[in-house]
């Protein structure tokens, strides 16, 4: 069981800067997989950004530029710097993890999800 905690979300007026942190605990293997998703009212979740234990990022378009992930590996810590935001980034953003393996010969995935925390952008 992986538990993630969440913190850094409120309100912030157009072109202002937002830190969100998340940091997992329980179960945790070496290998996974860490990311933000967000989900605006009437809207589906959608990937924000991931980054995986070896570093390597993927971004949504509409933040590239914008949006930076990293991560602490020893403290399990995943963080989403983001800068210039816009209103329409105004959304309920959620901390996933992620860790695949194989298992009678398929492939699996256990995910976790945060509780999710508000970001609100003011025009």
């Known amino acids: 069981q992986v538990q993630l905690v969440e913190s850094g979300g409120g309100l912030v007026q157009a072109g202002g800067s937002l830190r969100l942190s998340c940091a997992a605990s329980?179960?945790?293997?070496?290998?996974?997989?860490m990311g933000w998703y967000r989900q605006a009212p009437g809207k589906q979740r959608e990937l924000v950004a991931s980054?995986?234990?070896?570093?390597?990022?993927d971004y949504a378009d509409s933040v590239k530029g914008r949006f930076t992930i990293s991560r602490d590996n020893a403290k399990n810590t995943v963080y989403l710097q983001m800068n210039s935001l816009k209103p329409e980034d105004t959304a309920v953003y959620y901390c996933r993890f992620a860790h695949g393996y194989s298992k009678l010969q398929k492939w699996h995935e256990d995910v976790y999800w945060g509780q999710g925390t508000q970001v609100t952008v003011s025009s």
């Open positions: 980054i995986t234990s070896g570093t390597s990022t």
């Open positions: 329980g179960s945790i293997f070496s290998t996974n997989t």
